[in-house]
């Protein structure tokens, strides 16, 4: 990846959305800090693991997940803070050896934010070549576009809620191809009015699936689901499958 030390003057990643003053890149540096010293070539990685795919048209099916350590994101509702700091430097072989072992497939690159890696682009175009259906979850905070059009985007619009709705890279919206889906995790009322304004005013209906969840515990699913059939719009409810069918604090699941 671009250098990681920031700094007022020169941003430290491509196409993040924020240019911050400098106590904001400082702390953007802390959250960076876990990717520094990584060799050209390898991936921070958090975990890989099997599981079942559950936040997008793929839900119920079973998937690998790769997991890359670090976010340059803090949402209110993350439930992956773990990923932030830990990870094991990989090289891609060896992520592709594990994604094989765990019989390939479906396969999701998630984090943290796997944007924040460059190599996380070979291993995508890697892990297509096998054949295998390769999704990409994001932030939105990073822009998508040398993402290899065969992975399917599942692209986060942060909402004003999630305490990150500054950090949305808008153009990735223009991107979407209709294979890719655009995601909206709701934090309130006015949330999910903000998120129609935004599917209305970028046409996204007309796009791409769009998928909604509510925050664990703090928007009720039937509330949601009433405020989707009352908006006339084809958006698809999302419930949180691993909290429901595992511990909703289970890692690896
Ligand atoms: S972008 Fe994802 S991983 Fe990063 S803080 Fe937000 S929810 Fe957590």
Redo the contacts with the bound molecule.
Sequence with gaps: MEPLEPSPAAPPMHDVARIEPRAASNALARRLRPLEGKEAGTLMVHEVYKSIQGESTFAGLPCVFVRLTA?H???V?????H?FKHGRAMALDAVLDEVEKLGGGLVELT???PLLQDEAHPLMAALADRGWTVLLET?G?VATDRVDPRVRIIL?VKTPA?G?VDANVWPNLDRLKPTDEVKFVLGDRPDFDWAVDVIRRHGLAARCPILMGAVFGRVDPTELAGWILESGLPIRLQVQLHKILWDPKARGV
């Excluded at 509702?77 to 803070?81: E, G, N, R």
Aim: hydrophobic share 15%.
């Design positions: 976010c994101l803090r949402c509702y993350c439930d992956t803070a990923a984090g943290g934010e932030s905070g986060d999630s990150e």
